[in-house]
Antibody, heavy 120, light 107 residues
Framework: QVQLVQSGAEVKKPGASVKVSCKAS????????INWVRQATGQGLEWMGW????????GHAQKFQGRVTMTRNTSIRTAYMELSGLRSEDTAVYYC?????????????WGQGTTVTVSS | DIQMTQSPSSLSASVGDRVTITCRAS??????LGWYQQKPGKAPKRLIY???SLQSGVPSRFSGSGSGTEFTLTISSLQPEDFATYYC?????????FGQGTKVEIK
C-alpha cells in the first residue's frame, strides 16, 4: 500500500539545523511531489513547501526563505527537509505528504509525522 | 496568499446529529479544495477532494459541496469515531493554505 514513513523525533538547540527524512513505498516515487507541512502543539496546519523528486525542483512559503532546503535520493525513494537557524517557534510536528506533480499541493497520503523540539 | 476562513472553530454535537462546517476563500479557487480529518496524535487524513469527491474508503456520511469561494463539509449522521478536528486546504495556488480548523466535540 502507499506509505510515507518519516524519521524519528529530534531535539535540537537554538541555531542548529534539523534534517527530516520521508521514505516512500507502494507507488512510483518520481510521479508525485512531496510537500512538507508542520503543526505546532495545539495549533493548525502550516504548509512549508514542495519538491518534485523527478527534477529536484522546489518551492516554499515565503516565511521559510533562506532556511528550508528540500532534497531527495531517488535510489532509496527518500525525500528530505532540512530547516536551519532553528528557534523555539520551530518546535512542531513536521509531516511529509505527497501530491500529484501536476497539482502538488493536492495532498492525499501523509507520513506519520516527526516531532522536532527546539530547546536550550 | 489566499486566506481560508473556516467556521465554526469548534462545535459540540451528539451522535446522530447532522454537522456542517464552512470554508470561505479570499478569492475564487474553482473547486481546488480538500477536506481533512485529524485525530489527536495522528496525521491528517483526506476525506474529500475536488471540493465534492469522496476519497476512497471514506464513509458516505461525509460529503462536500461548493465552488469558487464558499465550501461546505457535511457529516450527515455523526458517529463516535467522527469526533476530531477538520481542516480545509486550498490547492489552487501557492502557497497552499489551510483553514484554522474545526474541533468537533461530544455534547
Amino acid at each position: 500500500q502507499v506509505q510515507l514513513v518519516q524519521s524519528g523525533a529530534e531535539v535540537k538547540k537554538p541555531g542548529a539545523s534539523v534534517k527530516v527524512s520521508c521514505k516512500a513505498s507502494g507507488y512510483t516515487f518520481t510521479s508525485y511531489d512531496i510537500n512538507w507541512v508542520r503543526q505546532a502543539t495545539g495549533q493548525g496546519l502550516e504548509w512549508m513547501g514542495w519538491m518534485n523528486p523527478n527534477s529536484g525542483n522546489t518551492g516554499h512559503a515565503q516565511k521559510f526563505q533562506g532556511r528550508v532546503t528540500m532534497t531527495r535520493n531517488t535510489s532509496i525513494r527518500t525525500a528530505y527537509m532540512e530547516l536551519s537557524g532553528l528557534r523555539s517557534e520551530d518546535t512542531a510536528v513536521y509531516y511529509c505528504a505527497r501530491g500529484p506533480s501536476y497539482d502538488s499541493i493536492n495532498m492525499d497520503v501523509w507520513g506519520q509525522g516527526t516531532t522536532v523540539t527546539v530547546s536550550s | 496568499d489566499i486566506q481560508m476562513t473556516q467556521s465554526p472553530s469548534s462545535l459540540s454535537a451528539s451522535v446522530g446529529d447532522r454537522v456542517t462546517i464552512t470554508c470561505r476563500a479570499s478569492q475564487g479557487i474553482r473547486n481546488d479544495l480538500g477536506w481533512y480529518q485529524q485525530k489527536p496524535g495522528k496525521a491528517p487524513k483526506r476525506l474529500i477532494y475536488a471540493a465534492s469527491s469522496l476519497q476512497s474508503g471514506v464513509p458516505s456520511r461525509f460529503s462536500g459541496s461548493g465552488s469558487g469561494t464558499e465550501f461546505t463539509l457535511t457529516i450527515s449522521s455523526l458517529q463516535p469515531e467522527d469526533f476530531a478536528t477538520y481542516y480545509c486546504l486550498q490547492h489552487n495556488s501557492y502557497p497552499g493554505t489551510f483553514g484554522q480548523g474545526t474541533k468537533v466535540e461530544i455534547k
